[in-house]
């Protein structure tokens, strides 16, 4: 078994050497050394003790980076449980996914920040847009959440595409941002497909316009098909639960690392339209290299939320969901306890190796840094485990 850790240890130092060093790559840098130093000690390490046995345990800090695929469980299952309990009980939703032609891939890799925003902005606008024009909607606000994916079914290949969930409906308003009423949609309809495509197609050539990349793309690729999907996700919950493990790292997981040697990387995907994972064995720098263009631009957003589910809005959620139990008839049934309440797994306590007890921190050891203040590429302390995976 291997991980993105262990493979990074052993194969990014000779890909860094070989990237060109500039402005756009320092982020690229600053983020594959961090996940290279992850549990090793050299970001420090905690020092764990059993209550029951009184045995010593001891572990390499974890880096907390975004990209990682070691850390990030506590934040996932916290943005999980928020998100879940956010949804609207009773309301159907859709998981509607905005991607872009092959042609314009090289663009928005060399130029993320921008491209990314311009994605975000264009098909936002489009869902609103249409939104607004559909019979079953006008008069009334979406809220949805997006999230950006910068990977495929395979990980080492670059595919940007933006995943919304959105309810299946839309609150009518007051002046002062108060909910009065719910507009719900048909069950297998949110809107008209071909409408949301040549919508989210001009309002992208604008975006990439106004943050002069248009002129970097053919013409000929505003001649092509732009896909965007539209699925009926039911109650939205095992689309949260699809999202959440992604949220806090990207393109891999641990697990479908099976073996890093030398020379090469082995790891799992599953092919488009299929339900059968396949194995695949990749030369190192190709691995690294494809792990690499995943790599988000510094503090950027990948994780949206629009209309009444927006941080500024002035809808109130207790209140819209009131109004939505009432206009479904979900609120008798909620009131009598035989409402579906799927339960959120849990991620297991750390636990001692001798006993099985839940162990407690007892404190932490701080890196070692050189004169000038900068991380030492030390060997692990006496107790350091060189790798402790908890994914």
């Not at 060997?379 to 994914?391: F, I, Q």
């Given at each position: 078994m291997g991980?993105?850790?262990?493979?990074?240890?052993?194969?990014?130092?000779?890909?860094?050497?070989?990237l060109p060093r500039s402005k756009q790559n320092v982020n690229v840098r600053q983020t594959l050394t961090t996940l290279m130093r992850c549990r090793t000690g050299e970001l420090g390490n905690v020092h764990y003790g059993c209550k029951r046995c009184g045995r010593e345990h001891w572990a390499g800090r974890s880096c907390g980076?975004?990209?990682?695929?070691?850390?990030?469980?506590?934040?996932?299952?916290?943005?999980?449980e928020k998100q879940s309990a956010r949804l609207l009980t009773g309301v159907h939703h859709f998981l509607v996914t905005f991607t872009v032609p092959k042609e314009l891939r090289d663009v928005l890799r060399t130029n993320q920040r921008a491209g990314y925003e311009a994605l975000f902005r264009a098909?936002?606008?489009?869902?609103?847009?249409?939104?607004?024009a559909t019979r079953a909607l006008k008069g009334s606000q979406l809220g949805f959440l997006g999230v950006l994916h910068t990977w495929g079914r395979d990980p080492l290949v670059y595919h940007p595409h933006v995943h919304y969930l959105v309810p299946g409906g839309g609150?009518?308003?007051?002046?002062?941002?108060?909910?009065?009423?719910?507009?719900?949609?048909?069950?297998?309809?949110?809107?008209?497909?071909?409408?949301?495509?040549?919508?989210?197609?001009?309002?992208?050539?604008?975006?990439?316009?106004?943050?002069?990349?248009f002129e970097q793309i053919p013409r000929s690729v505003w001649h092509k098909k732009f896909v965007v999907d539209i699925a009926a996700v039911d109650d939205g919950r095992s689309t949260v639960a699809y999202l959440a493990p992604y949220i806090h790292r990207v393109a891999i997981s641990n697990h479908r690392i099976k073996n890093v040697d030398a020379t090469s990387v082995t790891y799992?995907?599953?092919p488009t339209k299929s339900k059968s994972l396949k194995t695949r064995t990749v030369d190192a720098d190709a691995f690294v290299r494809g792990f690499a263009q995943h790599v988000l631009p510094k503090q950027f957003r990948k994780v949206r939320y629009s209309g009444w589910m927006a941080s500024n809005s002035r809808t109130r959620l207790e209140e819209l969901r009131m109004i939505v139990w009432f206009s479904v008839?979900?609120?008798?049934?909620?009131?009598?306890?035989?409402a579906p309440i799927r339960p959120i797994p849990k991620f297991p306590a750390l636990?001692?190796?001798?006993?099985?007890?839940?162990?407690k921190v007892l404190g932490f050891t701080p890196p070692e840094r050189d004169e000038s203040g900068c991380l030492q590429r030390a060997?692990?302390?006496?107790?350091?485990?060189?790798?402790?995976?908890?994914?």
């Open positions: 991980s993105l850790s262990a493979a990074l240890r052993q194969h990014a130092p000779a890909f860094l050497r070989q980076n975004r990209h990682c695929a070691t850390c990030g469980h506590d934040k996932t299952q916290r943005w999980l098909s936002s606008r489009a869902l609103v847009e249409v939104a607004a609150a009518v308003l007051d002046k002062h941002g108060r909910p009065i009423a719910w507009k719900a949609t048909p069950a297998n309809f949110l809107v008209h497909h071909g409408t949301l495509i040549k919508r989210y197609k001009k309002f992208l050539a604008e975006e990439l316009r106004a943050a002069g990349l799992q995907y599953k008839g979900w609120v008798y049934w909620l009131a009598s306890g035989h636990r001692c190796a001798g006993c099985g007890e839940a162990l060997a692990l302390t006496e107790h350091a485990r060189a790798y402790l995976d908890s994914g």
